[in-house]
């Protein structure tokens, strides 16, 4: 054994091997701390906030005051930077691999939009100040609507919702709105693909409406046929998402919205995977009605771990009357913010929310779309394109492929047929990617393609990373496929994942014996 | 391009693997009619300094509410939030992390979600809360919504009291679903009036305390008198910060709470994204929107945190869905949590009575100038005044005076009965030279 100067050791020789199922003492695995929960700590003196406590008579409240034990537990700021750190560290990021999760648009956050939203005169600013001291607010509003318009070509926009499916309902508000403008409350049905977002047709059911669903075709596009079908005179709209979610461009997409607007209904476009066609691609010039935009999505405000997000949806001319209130007018001689709708359109549907929707997720967007301008959005969609088509190109010969003809969009739709016959399912697929240190993609959606796996790079990958992700699920693959003729390799699968912070965890006890809350 | 690691190197290898001749093979799927050609008619790309000066010179247009005395609410509040807030949420493992599908690498998120849950039960003295919603409005709506999945009746009466944002945006929703509402006429302190609009077709009754004008009651009995006529009471509460100080919805019996938690932890930022938070009672579980985080436990048998009760929601529910929700506000929550986390009760009890100290020193100096009327009788940290002349433009020339002295009612809600009527918040962040000021400042101009 070489040892140093005072006699200790310098190289491992002679340490035991580690059994797989070493468990620390503590719960923890080294740099992964085991954290307990604050409530656990039970210490409900100590508090992190420097607030005099002063003595009060609240005598007009009398009944009123609160007893004084809320069982909430206080932290310093030393321990409550220790307990959130060391919870964070137990989450994947994009900041730290790849995150392919398909329909997610798992892209990389700017941190100067991050800047912009904190900026004095932004971040601090209150929705009910007069109009007169927050012009530059109004006239960003009316900046980001600008962009929204001329990206997707259509004339007006709605930014209130707070996020895609807050936008679905919108966009299914403002047609139910035209249709009983029209006399046409008897259009009831929406009609919807097999393979569409669960968001439509709650949505549509949200709204009273009932839901017919298209059949899709062996190409992985909308049947026209089974279309044409299903168009009756009590269709109030399609909502449709293109690309699809197979990853598919809608080829007769123009030939659909004739169809339906021959037909007095609407088009909804769900516009989860406008990432794939910024730039290239305006939604009005297939004939969309309504779009929402998730401004979380193709511009890049950050997931948050589920939200905030922003969903606003572009109008076309036969549905702009019956956007919701507010919003904001370029009056000429300053912005003015119509907060009831009365001026320029009594037809306006309602109010999605309080106050005028996500502003700081209007900032992150609008300086996202600054920074890339018309030609550098251009060159998102491209790279995304371009991006899951290499992603598809290097993994077909060794996984399935449900639509192998033409190129995809801006992800990779692969299914479980390439798995038959190996004691591997798509979820111990996925769970073995964490154990190699990636996201796994969206796995068993769309619906319809069996044991699917959705994989969407995003255009701020770069080829390094995604030969290192493609070499990464070649060999997992291999190793999958070897279970066929032996059992060397399941244990990589079915106990998967090993390294991660934990095992896999039991979701039929969580929904059977629900503990939502401490104690 | 600063965000797009693909060089042109880069993209002509991945093109010969593919096989394509150029990208623009990758895009034969659209029809030939909607291919742009060029890039659209928008400005061109932009370096950090340009983008960063454009936004500034927008922020430079607003006043800022640290830079004046400042007096603004009804419905968002100006809080002091620990650096430690903001610093932490940056984070790239919350910041840059997805809704929590894969629990397995998402143990952080998890945990902040069971422990805000907790917190908000405690709070509101409910014993379920879910992982939030859009915001306090939402939140109130959805409320309704659920009242009708659970009583099977179709009709909402909401209190005079209830803000008028709240009350239209769950009018829209509660149309959207083919449901009745009845909106009482705005009334200081009336709220015990929705009892006599209850009848056998009624789901829920809609209460805010403290209401859009400030005043804090005591539901008990509406609580008691609603269930009794088999209808539910759903409080809604827009100034969090008032339940270090007040009785909890719970604790007085309310069905259901909706409140907006925008005042611990997250910025005003102009109306969003703040969080809603929503708590029930746990007989109404299976019936609540949105996510819910549950514990359980990992092949090793080590506690862990998972979504759960997924069967009510639109990705395996689809058309049969409880809400339509999916993303909803987890930065926002995660930001309620920690800002929460550091006050604890003992500090969240200290941040209360120091609000409601300064709210009700500034109405008795506001209720000593001749022509002035206060109206609201128990408050928290917000009260209304009636002036001798109309707010909307007494509120403009305090503004032009450099103070944000209030909302007029009729900014929420156009009714000439209401046209002196202005809605004053008062914070900890205020000092007492602000005060001063806006005393001064109102006794000039009236």
Redo the contacts between chains.
């Keep these: 054994m070489s040892m140093n100067a005072v006699g200790r050791p310098t190289r491992p020789d002679d340490i035991a091997e580690t059994s797989a199922e070493f468990k620390s003492l503590t ?1 923890g695995k080294g740099l992964l701390q085991y ?1 307990r ?3 656990e700590k039970k ?7 420097d ?4 003595d ?1 008579t ?1 005598s ?7 007893g ?8 310093t ?1 030393p321990e ?2 220790r ?3 060391r ?10 691999a790849l ?1 392919p ?1 398909g329909s ?1 648009t ?1 892209k ?3 941190r ?1 939009n ?17 109009t ?6 109004l ?2 509003m009316d ?1 980001l609507a600008h ?1 929204l318009k ?2 997707t070509g259509m004339p007006a926009v709605a930014l209130s919702p ?5 936008g ?2 919108c966009g299914l ?1 403002s047609i ?1 709105a035209a249709h009983e403008a029209k006399g046409q409350g008897h259009r009831r049905t929406v009609l919807v693909p097999s393979s569409a ?3 439509n ?8 409406y ?2 017919r669903e298209i059949a899709q075709t062996s190409d992985g596009r909308v049947d026209l046929a089974d279309l044409k079908s299903k168009i009756t005179d009590d269709v109030a709209a399609i909502m449709l998402t293109n690309p699809n979610t197979c990853g ?4 007769d ?2 030939d659909i919205a004739k169809l339906i607007h021959d037909a007095g209904a609407y088009f909804y476009c769900d516009g989860a995977n406008f990432n794939a ?1 910024v ?4 939604p009005g ?2 004939g969309v009605d309504a779009m929402h935009i ?1 401004l ?1 999505k193709t511009f890049s405000t ?9 969903g606003p949806v572009v109008l076309s001319e036969a549905l702009a009357a019956y956007a ?2 507010p919003w904001v007018v370029n009056s000429g001689n300053g912005y003015v913010l119509e ?2 709708g009365e001026e320029a359109s009594a037809a306006n ?13 209007y ?1 992150r967007a ?2 996202y ?12 969609a ?2 995304a ?3 899951a ?2 992603i ?3 993994l077909q010969d060794i996984m399935s492929v449900p639509f192998p003809d ?2 995809c ?1 801006h992800e990779a739709l692969f299914d479980d047929k390439w798995l038959e016959g190996t004691q591997v399912t798509t979820l111990d697929f ?2 073995a990617m ?1 154990d190699e240190g990636f ?2 993609m969206t796995m068993y ?1 769309p619906l319809v393609v069996h044991g699917a796996m959705l994989i969407e790079p995003t ?5 390094a ?1 995604l030969d290192r992700f493609i070499d990464t699920l070649r060999a997992l693959a291999a190793s999958a496929l070897a279970t066929k003729n032996n059992t060397d390799d399941v244990a990589r699968f079915k ?1 998967a ?1 090993h390294l ?8 039929t ?3 059977r014996q ?6 | 391009m600063r965000y797009l690691p693909l060089n042109e190197a880069d993209r002509a290898q991945m093109l010969a693997t593919i096989g394509a001749k150029s990208v623009d093979d990758l895009f034969v799927d659209v029809p030939a009619s909607a291919r742009l050609t060029a890039p659209v008619d928008l400005p061109r790309y932009a370096g950090e300094m340009e983008v960063e000066a454009q936004i500034k010179a927008m922020a430079a247009k607003n006043l800022s509410p640290s830079r004046v005395p400042f007096f603004v609410g009804a419905g968002a509040y100006r809080h002091h939030v620990p650096s430690t807030v903001d610093h932490i949420i940056q984070r790239s493992e919350f910041l840059t992390s997805y809704t929590p599908y894969q629990p397995e690498i998402a143990q952080g998120t998890l945990q902040v979600l069971f422990e805000f849950q907790t917190q908000v039960a405690r709070l509101t003295g409910m014993p379920v809360a879910n992982a939030s919603l859009y915001d306090g409005s939402t939140a109130a709506a959805e409320g309704v919504l659920m009242a009708q999945r659970i009583t099977k009746r179709n009709k909402a009466v909401m209190s005079g009291g209830l803000h008028p944002h709240y009350t239209h945006t769950v009018e829209t929703l509660a149309h959207a679903v083919g449901m009745e509402t009845e909106a009482l006429t705005p009334a200081v302190d009336a709220e015990a009036e929705v009892l006599k609009h209850i009848d056998k077709d009624t789901a829920c009754v809609v209460v805010q305390t403290p209401n859009v004008f400030g005043t804090a009651t005591d539901l008990t009995q509406i609580a008691e008198a609603a269930q009794a006529a088999g209808a539910l009471l759903i409080v809604v509460v827009t100034e969090v910060m008032s339940l270090g100080l007040l009785k909890s919805p719970g604790e007085m019996g309310a069905d259901i709470v909706a409140v907006e938690g925008q005042s611990i932890g997250v910025p005003l930022s102009f109306g969003g994204p703040y969080v809603g938070l929503f708590a029930a009672k746990e007989k109404y579980l299976r019936q609540m929107p949105g996510r819910l985080c549950g514990e359980t436990v990992d092949a090793d048998g080590e506690r862990g945190f998972v979504l759960t009760l997924s069967t009510r929601e639109q990705h395996i529910r689809r058309d049969k869905a409880t809400s339509n929700i999916c993303t909803n506000s987890g930065l926002c929550a995660l930001a309620f949590s920690i800002h929460m986390s550091l006050l604890g009760q003992e500090g969240l009890k200290r941040v209360a009575k120091i609000n409601y100290a300064k709210a009700h020193a500034l109405k008795d100096q506001l209720a000593s100038i001749a022509g002035i009327d206060a109206l609201t009788p128990r408050f928290f940290n917000e009260f209304t005044i009636k002036l001798p002349k109309v707010a909307a433009e007494i509120v403009e020339v305090l503004a032009a005076k450099g103070i944000l002295g209030g909302v007029p009612f009729t900014r929420l809600h156009k009714d000439a009965a209401f046209d002196n009527h202005l809605i004053i918040a008062v914070t900890e962040t205020v000092s007492d030279t602000d005060m001063s000021a806006f005393v001064a400042a109102l006794k000039e101009v009236l």
């Design positions: 719960g954290e929960l604050i409530f210490d409900y003196t100590r508090t992190g906030v607030f005099a406590d002063i009060i609240p007009d409240l009398g009944d009123l005051v609160r004084d034990d809320l069982g909430l537990p206080g932290l700021e409550a930077m307990h959130y750190v919870l964070s560290q137990k989450n994947h990021a994009i900041d730290l995150y999760l997610c798992m990389h956050n700017p100067l991050e800047k912009m939203a904190r900026l004095e005169g932004i971040g601090d600013i209150h929705p009910l100040q007069p007169s001291t927050v012009q530059g607010a006239e960003l900046t962009w001329t990206l707070k996020a895609g499916a807050h679905e309902l508000l139910k977002h669960g968001t047709p709650a949505t549509a059911a949200f709204v009273g009932s839901v598919l461009f809608e080829r997409i123009v066609i730039g290239r691609v305006r010039d297939l998730n979380h950050p997931h948050g771990g589920g939200g905030p997000g922003a919701p209130t907060e009831f549907f309602g109010r999605m929310c309080a106050f005028h929707g996500q502003m700081g997720m900032v609008l300086t779309m600054l920074s890339h301008g018309s030609d550098g959005l251009r060159q998102v491209e790279d394109v371009l991006n088509n290499y598809k190109a290097s033409g190129p969009m996925a769970k964490i996201h796994p959606f255009e701020t990958e770069s080829k990373e106990n994942p991660a912070p934990t095992r896999r965890l039991d979701e006890k969580a929904a629900p503990k939502l809350t401490y104690g």
